[in-house]
């Protein structure tokens, strides 16, 4: 079945630390994926898509997230988190079904940054 | 750009009444979708529409759901009646095109108690 996973509810850094919401992925052809960002009492926000080319893709607000066909996974990572970057973090893939397109979310990384 | 405009921001009604989401996209955008969000199911994709016509409509949990475009500016979602079931986080979303290829900007949202 497609889909997309990510294994972690919640992920926990220190401010100046590096950071990485793991994503992985289960489609059929190539993928497109994307990350989004969700602050509260908001929409998502697009960050960042992989759909062909360099596996490393840089996003929005210095994120950045890179493509592995043999993981089948899509990490978001940023090299110095921001107490500002805490938020629910959604990856999501495009799949098709039913002879349609559809974008399909997982069930959301939320990221606590600490000072 | 205003962005996409969700009105109410909140609703809150008895159950069985009908209830109506209003929904503005980005202007020259030719895609819009309405999702729910609920903490026990996460994202769902309820319909989609391309140039204001439903494409796929197969999330759209009951019948008591229905959704319109009337023209290019406007869509709303309507639950007729509501139960407590349908309490959600609602969301619609617009994007240039519907390959995913661009990126889908979502409203802020209207958040739906039935009691």
């Known amino acids: 079945a497609q889909s997309v996973a990510q294994p972690e509810d919640q992920v926990n850094v220190a401010e100046g630390n590096p950071l990485t919401v793991k994503c992985t992925y289960s489609?059929?052809?190539?993928?497109?994926l994307f990350w989004y960002v969700q602050y509260p009492n908001r929409g998502l926000q697009f960050l960042l898509k992989y759909i062909t080319g360099d596996n490393l893709v840089k996003g929005s607000y210095g994120f950045e997230a890179e493509f592995n066909k043999s993981q089948t996974s899509f990490h978001l990572k940023k090299p110095s988190a921001l107490v500002s970057d805490s938020a629910l973090y959604f990856c999501?893939?495009?799949?098709?079904?039913?002879?349609?397109?559809?974008?399909?979310f997982g069930a959301g990384t939320r990221l606590a940054v600490h000072p | 750009d205003a962005g996409v405009i969700q009105s109410p921001r909140h609703e809150v009604t008895e159950m069985g009444q009908e209830v109506t989401l209003r929904c503005k996209p980005i202007?020259?955008?030719?895609?819009l979708f309405w999702y729910r969000q609920t903490m026990m199911r996460g994202l769902e994709l309820l319909i989609y529409f391309n140039n204001n016509v439903p494409i796929d409509d197969s999330g759209m949990p009951e019948d008591r759901f229905s959704a319109k475009m009337p023209n290019a500016s406007f869509s709303t979602l309507k639950i007729q009646p509501s139960e407590p079931r349908d309490s959600a986080v609602y969301f619609c979303?617009?994007?240039?095109?519907?390959?995913?290829?661009?990126?889908?900007?979502f409203g802020n949202g209207t958040r739906l108690t039935v009691t």
């Open positions: 999501a893939v495009r799949v098709l079904s039913g002879g349609y397109n559809k974008l399909i």
């Open positions: 202007s020259g955008h030719n895609s």
């Open positions: 489609v059929s052809g190539n993928p497109y």
């Open positions: 979303a617009s994007s240039l095109r519907s390959s995913y290829n661009s990126p889908l900007h």
